[in-house]
Nanobody, 125 residues
């Protein structure tokens, strides 16, 4: 069964860090690009970061560039999003998604084939 499961969300103070993990099962990760998206209450879904199927190229939204890092570990079947210097505006439900493509995009979430259930990130003092 094809499945993506996110973990690592939680409550963190401004300036703090969290690492999200997306563990995949039921398909060969080598053929899939991965993306992280987020959605805050009352706002549209936003692409945060993505990584190509080879892991050789990454893309970041301007709002997170320099603070977030995406990576993948094929042996562990996991994609990570390291988030540093978190701000209250980073609060949202974060979703992992997989796309049967070499390249990746953070502009077109509808291109992605599989989605996780999401994990809540709250940045607050």
């Amino acid at each position: 069964q094809l499945q993506l499961v996110e973990s690592g969300g939680g409550l963190v103070q401004p300036g703090g860090s969290l690492t999200l993990a997306c563990t995949a099962s039921g398909f060969n990760l080598n053929y899939y690009a991965f993306g992280w998206f987020r959605q805050a209450p009352g706002k549209e879904r936003e692409g945060v970061s993505c990584i190509t199927s080879s892991g050789g190229s990454t893309t970041y939204a301007d709002s997170v560039k320099g603070r977030f890092t995406i990576s993948r570990d094929t042996a562990k079947r996991t994609v990570y999003l390291q988030m540093n210097s978190l701000k209250p505006e980073d609060s949202a439900v974060y979703y992992c998604a997989a796309d049967y493509e070499y390249l990746c995009t953070i502009l077109h979430g509808n291109d992605y084939d599989y989605w996780g259930q999401g994990t809540q990130v709250t940045v607050s003092s």
